[in-house]
């Protein structure tokens, strides 16, 4: 299954509004540029894990919220998640990306 970048964007977007944040208000928070923010939600850009995690965080959202379209209650197993995520180096953040990709292709 081939990730949708664009319907991505849409749900970055979608939330972003839905928090009353602008593109350079979001861009502030995540310490990128709001051209960045606006390349990622018209798929221009691709985000990486670092910066999505910034975007999920600054948006209090979950990853599947972003990726997937699932919105969760507060859910301590996704923060507990994202928090040690939030602790890795860029190695590290590397192979946990190609396991969860590793895990999703398999449709558990």
């Given at each position: 299954?081939?990730?949708?970048?664009?319907?991505?964007?849409?749900?970055?977007?979608?939330?972003?509004?839905?928090?009353?944040?602008?593109?350079?208000?979001?861009?502030?928070?995540?310490?990128?540029?709001?051209?960045?923010v606006?390349?990622?939600?018209?798929?221009?850009?691709i985000?990486?894990?670092?910066?999505?995690?910034?975007?999920?965080?600054?948006?209090?959202?979950?990853?599947?919220?972003?990726?997937?379209?699932?919105?969760?209650?507060?859910?301590?197993?996704?923060?507990?998640?994202?928090?040690?995520?939030?602790?890795?180096?860029?190695?590290?953040?590397?192979l946990?990306?190609?396991?969860?990709r590793?895990?999703?292709?398999?449709?558990l």
């Open positions: 299954m081939a990730t949708d970048y664009a319907e991505i964007g849409k749900r970055i977007r979608a939330i972003r509004k839905q928090r009353g944040l602008t593109q350079e208000k979001l861009s502030e928070k995540c310490d990128v540029s709001p051209q960045y606006s390349h990622i939600e018209r798929s221009i850009s985000p990486s894990t670092e910066i999505l995690l910034r975007i999920c965080d600054v948006l209090e959202v979950t990853p599947d919220a972003i990726l997937l379209g699932v919105i969760r209650h507060e859910d301590e197993t996704w923060r507990g998640v994202a928090e040690r995520l939030r602790t890795m180096d860029e190695k590290h953040l590397a946990a990306d190609s396991l969860l590793w895990v999703a292709g398999q449709n």
